[in-house]
């Protein structure tokens, strides 16, 4: 079932590209959206034909599952422009809450103790779940740490567990293994400083034996 559940990428900045190109090297359909339909474009054709671009909106109206890999503040935007067509999706959040600090490094742009995630579920449009996922490592890592074996992780968190097997067959379709940390209310632990993100006290990709070895997780 889950494999008829269309998918849409909206944003092909870096971890947008990433998880697209993915998704069509694990033979998953994916549909391309970007501000720029030049860029989406651009993209399926040097994808493939399991690439298909599309405007933003045309995307959102087609997918089941919406992937926004866009900026923090750009989803907030995202939601108040597609209300209408966001109702009912599966709404996967990548998000950091995260800007450019003063040493050449990043800092949060909300509160230390805040995650995107629980801001985000707040606004959601009507009848739409959301799921924290595909942003525990950076892009680099999440282009090159796919498809290994014995598979890498990627975490995520979501309220609505029945969904979990979809959730977990998109993650695979990236080249990961799934692992759920919990509800909505730990996607904290999966954001930029958490200790299940990259750019936090994970420190690297890790296997699914090695994040048991070193984190408790919390199902």
Request: aromatic share 6%.
């Amino acid at each position: 079932m889950t494999q008829h559940l269309k998918v849409a990428v909206i944003g092909l900045g870096n971890i947008g590209t990433v998880v697209a190109t993915n998704l069509v090297k694990g033979n998953r359909s994916v549909i391309v959206a970007d501000r720029s339909i030049e860029k989406a474009t651009a993209f399926a054709q040097k994808a493939g034909s399991l690439a298909s671009p599309a405007s933003i909106a045309d995307a959102v109206k087609a997918a089941d599952i919406v992937v926004l890999a866009v900026w923090f503040n750009a989803i907030k935007e995202l939601f108040t422009t597609y209300a209408a067509e966001l109702q009912g999706k599966i709404i996967i959040d990548p998000s950091n809450p995260i800007a450019p600090d003063e040493k050449g490094g990043f800092k949060k742009i909300i509160d230390k103790n805040q995650s995107a995630g629980e801001l985000l579920a707040a606004l959601l449009p009507a009848n739409a779940t959301l799921v924290k996922a595909l942003g525990t490592l950076g892009a680099a890592s999440l282009a090159s740490a796919a498809f290994q074996q014995p598979a890498n992780v990627l975490f995520y968190a979501n309220d609505d567990i029945s969904i979990n097997a979809v959730i977990e067959q998109l993650i695979h379709d990236n080249g990961f293994e799934a692992v759920r940390v919990g509800g909505i209310n730990q996607s904290i632990r999966i954001e930029v400083f958490g200790d299940l993100h990259e750019f936090g006290a994970l420190g690297k990709p890790v296997t699914l034996a090695q994040a048991e070895e070193k984190l408790v997780i919390h199902q």
